[in-house]
């Protein structure tokens, strides 16, 4: 961290004002709260054109502030994508990806062994160097092991857990997922903190909610400005709800955690309204990646118009819904359609901070207060990778896809399906198909669903081809990736009372298939020791470095 | 008419009034203006999630008023619907279909030889007897020959034409569509009235706009209640806009004349608030059937989350944008899950003024003032003809589909699709496939997408089915088909300056593919004596009648 010199221009303002008005300073920095969903979709609000409009506190989040309808996420699977949101970098820079297959997925299930590594500046230990307090609430997914944890990389607070809800597990071959309070494990999903995967009923979003507010009050009693990181999962699967929401959604169990996912909203924005202190908060709703298909429609969401989902680098698995909402400062009823990144996130806070992004490594995050503030457009690339490839980029209102996959023809033909009821012909292909020198390029705008790719002899492709290309080449030739973190995984690195006995092999886990998800019906439970099965699994008898 | 009997429920709440008041009356019922679309889809709005957020007009039109996400039309293709809407019938009981062939949508070709009969009571008709002044301004699409046209059905002014604006024709084998002012023809497109196919350059909107003020202001100005049926078409192919809009959208050509229809409706909206009558005019927004995606993406719009377009059944070839606004009466900013469908104008619009119904014939229409003024909900059956064939009903959330089918095997090997991108196995089928016994059934809140028909061994499947069948048999057995106007066509009826040659032979026109669109790269022009081509044509020799 000493390598990051941060100028704390907000400190420079905060000083210039005392010299001139003669009194002693009051104002503070804004605070700052990121709400992230999990597998939430782009189609998933009523804003955003869901039939059922079941969220009416988003939809007024938005007509208050900023609507971003061109708005990406890092990586279509969750590790990745909370990795670039916190560091404000592509995750094939901070080293959240694999090279175990090509053009492969990866996240952090029980046994990785690696994390987010000490190198990575995270938001929250930036945002101290201008006097925040910071809090995680909900899922952390940038690795188990206690090195990894948020206390260890800037945050103040935690409540929640290192990874995704699945289970239940039996706590012999395979433990439950852990909850923490800081340092200390309170307990474990569906043990002290119980899900009905029968029912759908869990109360972990009302207690989600309940650590927010407490925190917020707490933060604004202290008058010390907060970054609040609400990391809530009801809508990925296993999908659920508190009892008052369940059953009162068109869309089923799926639409009841989103619904309570909307009270929630509401019940933050209100409080601050009460607080006296929406006007000093900047709030951004989005989510970590496209719904995921392969759930739907019991336990996944909406893409919306946008083509697949989770997983795929195609407009439904990384295009975002995402409002922006800081009354008196970002006009109300407004869409932006600059094209946003999870990552610009992390340059926007700490921008609001009066802080510098590090100057001493990449940083791909734009910082969008121009965007907000002025409703200023800046032309930049989106970049989609799956592992370590690039699979697609998005300059201007164009879209080209170097590569194309959906998921693998085993998979495919056992029922798992990354665009169900959707099929473009040579688009959504089942095998990895190279399209380097050629690539595949669509409109955006005339056809955000990528069902009409341009004719490569018209000129139109040849002038986007020739706006992309340079754009691609200095991405990549500038690119030093990082050492990949998800490579490795290890059975003796979960958290067990008892020592884990098949510590010595090594397997990758769910890198391929469902990745951050477990299936609907029956996960391994527990996993074999060389697992088999519906998904592809890339099994590699490594020994741990 | 005279068997019409109207309660003018309207002229007894004034004359009440006025007893009780002791003054002369002065209120009058609201001025009623439908403003139908064309081939627009229900994904072609902002507010209902079109990414490019391209109507603001619109987007502020659904804020002032209540938007209905689950809002029908009654037949994926233009003519039939226009006549539902102003009929307040199913077409199959207005006789706007054809019996050629099973499950065959038709429209009204230039050459068709039937149209509205003279037995059908339409909605300006009606409205007289509350004093009403009506006019059409655009596409008719009720039938071409004289005895067909609007003023023969009620309207007092017409400006607009009977048909599409396919072409240009030659004049000789083929003329192009006449467009009227009243019951004089002013001009041809392509001729008078021009249109760049090329740059797409047309004044058509504009002048329909103007059409539009200028009845507003006249009725306005002699105090007297108006009907205005806007029915415009430049988002049906060949889409166009006038020079300001052009190249002005995200979305390319369609996109402009999204724009300017947008544009245009907010002019009409603020002429009515300058006016100060807008508490006084009813205005609804809706189109004739979903997007034309056989067109897209240059020519076709967006039907959203739903599956496939226009000519089919499925959700997004019927589903439609609806906003109704009328403020003072229908809550600002609302949302009305009413299953709602296009007949329902026919009705309201009654109501509104004063009338009931007529009660000699099934009337398919609801009255929506309660949804729109109380908010009620009402149950009722969403009915889904191709032809005379009821491929698929919705109740609830529930749709059950009795047969499936998109386009014949045929059309599509020839590149003719209907649901481009998308394919539900079993479901978007390619031969007419029957599920009378066993229908496939839907629910729509979970998966709006009709890509998870239920199974039929689970409960939920057989209480739907429980719960549709004896609406269905109660709506067949009372059902009366009207004698099918749309079975003949012949060239002699085309209004040409010369007697046309080949009066003789028959056939039914696009009944089958394109129905009332045109494939964007050459139309048969002139038509071929014997048809055949890219479409299939129900080529049917017969002698007129």
Redesign the interface.
């Known amino acids: 961290m000493a390598a990051v010199a941060v100028a704390t221009r907000w400190w420079l303002l905060l000083m210039l004002s005392a010299a001139e008005l003669g009194v002693a300073p009051a104002p503070q920095p804004p605070n700052i709260l990121l709400l992230l969903m999990d597998d939430m979709g782009w189609?998933d609000l009523?804003?955003?054109?869901?039939?059922?409009?079941e969220t009416p506190n988003l939809d007024q989040m938005a007509?208050q502030g900023m609507?971003f309808?061109?708005f990406y996420t890092a990586n279509p699977l969750c590790s990745p994508s909370r990795a670039a949101l916190l560091t404000g970098r592509l995750p094939i820079r901070s080293g959240f990806y694999t090279t175990n297959g090509h053009a492969r997925n990866a996240y952090t299930p029980q046994e990785i062994v690696g994390g987010i590594p000490d190198s990575e500046l995270l938001l929250p230990a930036l945002l101290k160097g201008a006097g925040y307090a910071s809090k995680i609430v909900g899922k952390w997914h940038l690795g188990h092991r206690p090195q990894f944890h948020p206390l260890k990389h800037g945050f103040d607070e935690w409540f929640g857990s290192p990874n995704c809800h699945f289970g239940p597990y039996d706590n012999k071959a395979r433990p439950n997922i852990p909850v923490y309070r800081d340092q200390e494990m309170v307990g474990r999903f569906y043990e002290e903190f119980p899900i009905n995967l029968k029912t759908g009923e869990a109360n972990l979003t009302q207690i989600y909610l309940q650590e927010a507010l407490e925190f917020i009050q707490r933060q604004q009693a202290a008058h010390r400005p907060f970054f609040l990181y609400w990391a809530v999962d009801a809508t990925h699967a296993p999908v659920y709800a508190s009892k008052p929401f369940l059953g009162t959604?068109?869309?089923?169990r799926?639409?009841d955690a989103i619904r309570e996912l909307d009270d929630s909203v509401g019940r933050i924005l209100r409080l601050l309204r009460d607080l006296g202190i929406a006007e000093n908060t900047f709030v951004f709703f989005t989510s970590d990646n496209g719904a995921a298909l392969i759930s739907?429609?019991?336990q996944g969401g909406?893409n919306?118009?946008f083509?697949c989902g989770k997983q795929t680098t195609f407009e439904g698995g990384m295009r975002e819904p995402a409002i922006a909402w800081w009354p008196g400062h970002i006009p109300a009823g407004q869409?932006s359609?600059q094209l946003g990144s999870i990552m610009d996130l992390f340059t926007t806070s700490l921008s609001l901070a009066g802080l510098e992004p590090p100057r001493d490594r990449a940083i791909d995050g734009l910082d969008l207060l121009p965007a907000m503030l002025q409703g200023h457009l800046t032309d930049r690339p989106i970049f989609y990778y799956r592992g370590n490839t690039l699979m697609a980029v998005t300059l201007g209102?164009y879209k080209a896809h170097f590569w194309t996959w959906t998921n693998s023809w085993e998979e495919f033909k056992q029922g798992i399906d990354f665009c169900?009821?959707?099929?473009?012909s040579g688009v959504t292909t089942h095998s990895q198909e190279e399209h380097t020198k050629l690539p595949l390029i669509f409109?955006?705008?005339?056809?955000?669903?990528?069902?009409?790719p341009l004719s490569i002899a018209s000129i139109e492709y040849l002038d986007a081809l020739r706006r992309i290309t340079p754009v691609v080449q200095q991405h990549q030739e500038a690119l030093v990736p990082g050492q990949p973190q998800l490579n490795v995984c290890n059975r003796a690195v979960m958290e067990q009372d008892e020592p884990n006995p098949c510590g010595m092999w090594v397997w990758t886990g769910w890198v391929d298939g469902l990745g951050c998800s477990q299936p609907v019906s029956p996960a391994p439970h527990p996993p074999p020791p060389n697992p088999a099965g519906v998904l592809r699994m890339d099994v590699q008898p490594k020994l741990l470095p």
Do not use: I, K, M, T
């Not at 409109?443 to 009409?452: C, I, T, V, W, Y």
């Open positions: 189609g009523g804003v955003y054109g869901e039939p059922s409009r007509a609507l309808p061109n959604s068109q869309r089923g799926y639409g739907a429609p019991r909406s919306g118009p083509l869409v359609h209102l169900p009821g959707q099929n473009v409109h955006l705008g005339r056809d955000p669903g990528e069902r009409f």
